[in-house]
């Protein structure tokens, strides 16, 4: 499982939990702890998202390199 799904699967039973309790300072806790999770599954998807649009795109067919100083 993918480290997103992860976390959006924490948040879930997070939030599964807080409506499950009936004590107002147990069910503020589990949706803190739900809110962290959600933090955390964004930061990971913009690093996930930054780290596919930093890779080189890659075109099909053959490439030729040439050396821009010997070009001249």
Known sequence: MDI???FQKHA???RRMA???RDFETKVTWNRMAERWQSLL???AARTRQRSEARPRRRHGAHVWVN???AA
């Open 4 to 6: 997103i799904a992860e």
């Open 12 to 14: 879930d039973e997070c």
């Open 19 to 21: 409506r499950a309790t």
């Open 42 to 44: 964004a930061i990971e």
């Open 68 to 70: 821009e100083s010997r």
